[in-house]
C-alpha cells in the first residue's frame, strides 16, 4: 500500500531564512509526487508536482523539491521565506496524476516567526 | 471556465439525515474523486471515478456512496449522517497530470 509521511506537525523559522520540509513516501511504481499549500480556511494549491525527469523541480512561489530514489523522499525547499508563506504543506503521491486518487501525508505547520 | 465547484459551502445535520454533497468541473476531465479532511490527519480518499459510470473505493469509504452519471458531476451521498462524519470535504478533478481541488464544503453533524 502507499504511504506518505511528513515527519515534522509544526515547523517554526524566521522570516528571511531558509526552509526545508521532509516528505518521505512508499509506492509500489514509478510515483507522481506532489506538494500542495493550503492557507487556513482555504483550498489546495499545487506548488509543484514530479513526474520523471530532472530531479529537481521548481515550482510557484519560489519553492523547489527535490526528487531522491533511493532515499524514496521528495523534500520542499525555498532559500528565504517570507511571512506570507505561513500555512499547511502536504505531499501527496499517487499514479497517473491522481487518476485514482492520491495519499497524502498528515501534513506540516508552517510558523513564520517575524 | 469556473474550475471545481462544490455545494454547498456550510452544511449542519443531524444524526441520521441523509445529504447530498455536489461536485462539479467543466474542464472534461475524466477522473474525479472525493476526500475528507481532518485535523492532524491530512486528507483522505473517500472515492474516486475514473470515468462516467465507473466508480471505486477510496481509504475512508463506509457511509458515502457515489455515482457518476456524467463526466461533469460526482456527488457524494452521506446516507445517514454520524458525528464522525464532521469534516471538510473536498472534491478534485484530473486529466492524468494534477488534480484540481474544488473550494470544499465544510459539514457539521450534531
Known amino acids: 500500500a502507499q504511504s506518505v509521511t511528513q515527519p515534522d506537525i509544526h515547523i517554526t523559522v524566521s522570516e528571511g531564512a531558509s526552509l526545508e520540509l521532509r516528505c518521505n513516501y512508499s509506492?509500489?511504481?514509478?510515483?507522481?509526487l506532489f506538494w500542495y499549500v493550503q492557507s487556513p480556511g482555504q483550498g489546495l494549491q499545487l506548488l509543484l508536482k514530479?513526474?520523471?525527469?530532472?530531479?529537481l523541480v521548481q515550482g510557484i512561489k519560489g519553492f523547489e523539491a527535490e526528487f531522491k530514489r533511493s532515499q524514496s523522499s521528495f523534500n520542499l525547499r525555498k532559500p528565504s521565506v517570507h511571512w506570507s508563506d505561513a500555512a499547511e504543506y502536504f505531499c501527496?503521491?499517487?499514479?497517473?496524476?491522481?487518476?485514482?486518487?492520491?495519499?497524502f501525508g498528515k501534513g506540516t505547520h508552517l510558523i513564520i516567526q517575524p | 471556465n469556473a474550475g471545481v465547484t462544490q455545494t454547498p459551502k456550510f452544511q449542519v445535520l443531524k444524526t441520521g439525515q441523509s445529504m447530498t454533497l455536489q461536485c462539479a468541473q467543466d474542464?472534461?476531465?475524466?477522473?474525479m474523486s472525493w476526500y475528507r479532511q481532518d485535523p492532524g490527519m491530512g486528507l483522505r480518499l473517500i472515492h474516486y471515478?475514473?470515468?462516467?459510470?465507473?466508480?471505486d473505493q477510496g481509504e475512508v469509504p463506509n457511509g458515502y456512496n457515489v455515482s457518476r452519471s456524467t463526466t461533469e458531476d460526482f456527488p457524494l451521498r452521506l446516507l445517514s449522517a454520524a458525528p464522525s462524519q464532521t469534516s471538510v470535504y473536498f472534491c478534485?478533478?484530473?486529466?492524468?497530470?494534477?488534480?484540481?481541488f474544488g473550494p470544499g464544503t465544510r459539514l457539521t453533524v450534531t
Open positions: 471515478s475514473v470515468g462516467a459510470g465507473i466508480t
Open positions: 478534485a478533478s484530473s486529466a492524468g497530470s494534477e488534480q484540481y
Open positions: 501527496a503521491v499517487g499514479a497517473r496524476g491522481g487518476a485514482d486518487g492520491l495519499t
Open positions: 514530479y513526474f520523471s525527469g530532472d530531479t
Open positions: 509506492y509500489g511504481a514509478t510515483p507522481y
Open positions: 474542464m472534461n476531465h475524466e477522473y
